[in-house]
């Protein structure tokens, strides 16, 4: 089947391809452009490799038919599989590994489970108080300080261990996770092989990431065993099923890494991009501030407080629809079938660049601008749900979806209770890719807010 009907970049280089044009340290926001100049549909060809991008919700539509199409593992994703396996995330649709883990796991994000895990957010998001409290008058950089409380988070919720992160330098395996990140997504691009001989050293500092990855996560594992200390969070589930079915050492070793990068990474991101567009909109601030407060019946936020922060939801999803952390994903025809009115064979893969799909013109007129109201309840019945998928689409989206919106309100609403938060002059959104998205160079001022 030809494959030449599907658009592409201009100027293709004989024998070499699509490379004029290529942004290896942009490349989501390098398609989201070009798909203004092309179309909702491209294929980039590099060295005979086919990238084909999709970019408008009608496609993306198409693509998550469960009955058509099903999750593709993708060359960035491969790149993580040296450290995190078979994962929930990583595995192939054939592999049996994830749905183990899946069956295991469904367990620690029900309700009762969630009420178990608020305590010790709240815990943390008072330490990250304190810590901004020490560092006022500052412009402090704000992915640093939510890192610190996400790795946190995840760590004393997820496998009852602390990095310490407010009590002094940043742990190790944060730089490491997020060089893993940015390896695995500069690696996949199918560059000329003089990319390749440039990468060298590259290699060995993800070898020397990868390295700590594991040992830090089997240090947490060993640790648990040797105590024999039960409590009710992931690892305990992993270590103790409720059922027949068992969890293999390294099989429980792969979801606690996945967890780790994955809960802490994108719940980071999707935070600092919160915090940004609250920081330039001081009525944002003051309706999520007039919300907790009424809301908020004693010092600090319950449990049964979270659901009714219905503004501040709704300011969650409208920076995770302008910035989703996770630009997009790879989605594999499982037969014969159309895309766009171009064939398409069983086995091709496409990837769904949600930081397009999100600003489909059906968002309106102003889709390229930040209203949380478009997530109210009289602005949200009836709309398409393929013009927002975040958390992925399928059997196989995020897991934990719960757990990071619950903490993600959590820690915005006492945020914004306790502090005024004041954007640095001058500064203009700039984002950073490495398998995620992020601000760079973000920086906020936190003052104890009145009242």
Request: proline share 6%; hydrophobic share 40%; glycine share 8%.
């Amino acid at each position: 089947m030809p494959k030449t009907t599907i658009p592409h970049p201009p100027r293709r280089v004989p024998f070499v391809g699509d490379v004029l044009g290529l942004n290896t340290v942009t490349p989501n926001q390098t398609t989201l452009k070009r798909f203004e100049e092309i179309g909702p549909i491209y294929r980039r060809s590099i060295m005979g490799t086919d990238l084909t991008f999709v970019g408008s919700a009608e496609l993306a539509a198409q693509v998550y038919d469960e009955t058509v199409w099903e999750k593709f593992v993708g060359r960035p994703l491969e790149r993580l599989r040296p450290v995190v396996g078979d994962a929930l995330f990583t595995a192939y649709n054939w592999e049996s590994n994830w749905a183990k883990a899946h069956e295991v796991l469904l367990p620690a994000f029900t309700k009762e489970a969630m009420v178990s895990y608020h305590g010790t957010m709240t815990e943390v998001v008072d330490e990250l108080c304190t810590s901004l409290d020490t560092r006022a008058g500052e412009f402090v950089p704000v992915v640093e300080q939510m890192g610190k409380l996400t790795l946190e988070v995840i760590g004393r919720c997820g496998f009852g261990y602390t990095f310490d992160s407010f009590g002094g330098a940043e742990h190790p395996l944060v730089g490491a996770m997020s060089r893993t990140l940015t390896h695995a997504q500069r690696s996949a691009l199918p560059l000329p092989f003089v990319g390749k001989l440039l990468r060298r050293k590259e290699e060995r500092q993800n070898e020397l990431d990868q390295g700590l990855l594991v040992r830090t996560v089997d240090e947490v594992i060993e640790e648990r065993r040797t105590t024999g200390e039960r409590r009710s969070d992931l690892l305990d589930r992993m270590l103790h099923p409720d059922g027949a079915i068992e969890l293999d050492a390294e099989n429980i070793r792969n979801q606690v890494l996945t967890f780790l990068v994955a809960g802490h990474e994108t719940s980071v991101n999707a935070l600092a991009f919160a915090l940004h567009f609250i920081a330039q909109s001081p009525e944002i601030a003051a309706r999520m501030r007039a919300e907790a407060r009424s809301v908020v019946s004693s010092g600090e936020v319950t449990y049964d407080d979270v659901p009714r922060l219905r503004y501040t939801r709704q300011v969650i999803s409208e920076a995770l629809r302008l910035w989703p952390t996770a630009p997009g994903f790879f989605r594999s025809a499982k037969q014969d079938t159309t895309l766009g009115g171009h064939d398409i064979s069983a086995g091709e893969w496409v990837f769904v660049l949600l930081l397009a799909v999100q600003r489909d013109p059906a968002w309106g007129s102003d889709a390229e601008e930040f209203n949380p109201d478009r997530f109210a309840p009289e602005n949200s019945r009836g709309r398409a749900p393929e013009l927002f998928k975040p958390f992925g689409t399928g059997i196989r989206s995020c897991i934990g979806r719960q757990f990071a919106l619950h903490e993600m309100t959590l820690a915005l609403a006492t945020l914004l209770v306790r502090f005024d938060v004041e954007p640095e002059p001058g500064y203009a959104l700039a984002v950073e890719e490495t398998l995620t998205l992020r601000p760079k160079g973000l920086r906020l001022k936190f003052s104890r807010a009145e009242g």
